[in-house]
C-alpha cells in the first residue's frame, strides 16, 4: 500500500523530490515513530529537520514522510516530550 503524506512547509526549505538517487529514506538504518498521544504540537521536530520531512498538525500532531526521512534521529533528539523514538528500520 502506498501512503501520499502531503507535507507543505512552514519553513524555507525546498520539499525531498525523486532524483538520480531515488527515494531518500531507503538510505535509512533507523526509522523514527511518533507517539501524537503525548505531542504537544511545539513543532520543534518539523523546524529541526534536516530533510523537511515532518509536518505538524494541531489536530493530527506530527506526520513523516517516509520516503524521504533518513533516519537522523534529530527529530526524536529534539522532541521536549520523548513523543518520538527511533526502531531500527524492518522492525
Ligand atoms: S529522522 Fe531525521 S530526517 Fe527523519 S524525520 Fe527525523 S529529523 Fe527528519
Ligand atoms: S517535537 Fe515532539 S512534541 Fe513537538 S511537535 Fe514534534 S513530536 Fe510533537
Known amino acids: ?6 507535507t507543505k512547509s512552514r519553513i524555507p526549505l525546498a520539499k525531498p ?11 535509512r538504518l533507523e526509522k523514527p515513530i511518533i507517539d501524537n498521544n503525548k505531542c ?13 520531512v515532518v ?19 534529530i527529530c526524536a533528539n529534539v522532541c521536549p516530550v520523548g513523543a518520538i523514538r527511533m526502531i531500527k528500520e524492518g522492525d
Open 55 to 73: 509536518r505538524v498538525e494541531r489536530d493530527s500532531g506530527a506526520i513523516i514522510d517516509y520516503d524521504y526521512c533518513k533516519g537522523c534521529g
Open 40 to 52: 504537544v504540537r511545539c513543532y520543534l521536530c518539523e523546524i529541526y529537520c534536516p530533510a523537511n
Open 1 to 6: 500500500m502506498v501512503i501520499i503524506v502531503e
Open 17 to 27: 523530490k525523486l532524483g538520480v538517487a531515488g527515494k531518500t529514506g531507503l538510505w
